[in-house]
């Protein structure tokens, strides 16, 4: 081969390899971080988006003279998919339970020293020793969401539908008055979730003979549904599209926000169904890929200070299960049960646990002859 194609082939070559290399070193991108982190006081944060107020931020990096970086994800499948593929270097992460029992298995995370977080007697105990991590060995409860309905208040009044159960988005006889005005989550657990808890079972429930009843009523139900979806049933709830979706409370939150501020002549509504549903708690963890332990600490303890744990809520809706936050609350969302259920309504909410592999195979196969139908 001449000096020409040698030359041309290694610069093709090198045109292949580039995107690759990147990849690989954004998936790693923090491994090499570390040392300028203790020299830049950074605390490298991998959270879910729009999850921390930006005033509470600024306070933070006030209070301990350093600088907070964000990574960001959309949901615990893909922040497990970005650790696995090898980023490192996260001092804090904020995982939902069921990916906490991922992270603990794998040995992913730092036992806490509780000596170190003075305000952690603000949580409530309903919130803590969770079936993911009993004694809290590893978590400090961050916020939480409820899967719910949210609902265009007049449409479903003016015909006369139910608010209150999952059978609005599973039942013909209701269905077929709001058809291809409803969405549902893109989400196999949490779909199935609903389904569980409508037929009478547990969103935890491994029988193979219940998750098949799910699925035929799923797929009964789904020419009625306009879409799966996860993101934009918040605007099309707000401008009047949709009439019911199958979503989170913080999501329905904003949806009513979105529809008040632009004037629209309707109400988003939202209520959890009367058979149950599920509870996401989303917790501060520790990476053993972190370095800056000691501002992770600062961290966590900030948050669990009630003002600063109140204005998440206040910002976007979340839960809350600090109960020093609830005097800087703003009053109505306090108020809302959908968003701080009572007691009796805790009874019946549930949080996912992880499926060992066996049943997660065979749910991914249930999903697909679902999506396929």
């Not at 921390?52 to 006030?62: C, D, G």
């Not at 009047?240 to 979105?258: K, T």
């Amino acid at each position: 081969m001449n000096l020409r194609k040698l030359c041309l082939l290694m610069f093709v070559t090198m045109l292949v390899l580039l995107p690759i290399l990147s990849t690989a070193s954004g998936a790693g991108k923090k491994a090499n971080t570390n040392s300028t982190a203790r020299e830049r006081n950074v605390l490298y944060l991998f959270n879910w988006n729009n999850y921390i107020a930006p005033e509470t931020v600024k306070r933070f990096e006030q209070s301990c003279n350093c600088e907070l970086s964000q990574d960001y994800y959309s949901d615990n499948e893909e922040m497990l998919a970005k650790l696995a593929a090898g980023a490192t270097g996260y001092d804090l992460i904020v995982p939902t339970g069921n990916a906490m029992d991922s992270l603990i298995r794998q040995g992913a995370l730092k036992p806490l020293d509780k000596s170190l977080l003075s305000n952690l007697k603000n949580i409530n105990p309903a919130y803590l020793n969770t079936a993911f991590d009993p004694e809290n060995k590893y978590s400090v409860p961050y916020a939480y969401t409820l899967t719910l309905l949210g609902f265009n208040r007049k449409k479903m009044q003016d015909l006369g539908l139910p608010t209150n159960t999952w059978a609005i988005i599973f039942e013909p006889r209701y269905l077929e008055k709001i058809k291809g005005r409803i969405t549902v989550l893109d989400s196999q657990r949490e779909l199935m979730a609903a389904a569980l808890k409508y037929l009478g079972y547990s969103v935890n429930d491994t029988d193979e003979e219940h998750w098949n009843q799910a699925k035929k009523m799923i797929i009964r139900a789904k020419p009625y549904w306009a879409a799966f979806s996860n993101t934009s049933y918040i605007r099309e709830l707000a401008v009047g599209n949709l009439w019911v979706a199958h979503g989170y409370s913080n999501d329905m939150f904003q949806a009513a926000l979105d529809a008040k501020r632009t004037g629209r002549n309707f109400t988003i509504d939202y209520s959890t169904p009367k058979e149950g549903g599920v509870l996401a708690l989303d917790s501060m963890v520790l990476h053993q890929s972190g370095v800056r332990t000691d501002l992770a600490y600062q961290f966590i303890n900030f948050m669990l200070d009630g003002k600063n744990s109140a204005e998440l809520t206040n910002l976007i809706g979340s839960g809350n299960p600090n109960m020093d936050a609830m005097k800087a609350i703003q009053p109505d969302i306090a108020r809302n049960k959908a968003i701080f259920p009572d007691k009796k309504l805790l009874t019946r909410l549930e949080m996912l646990q992880d499926f060992d592999r066996n049943r997660r195979r065979l749910l991914s196969r249930l999903w697909t002859e679902i999506k396929l139908r």
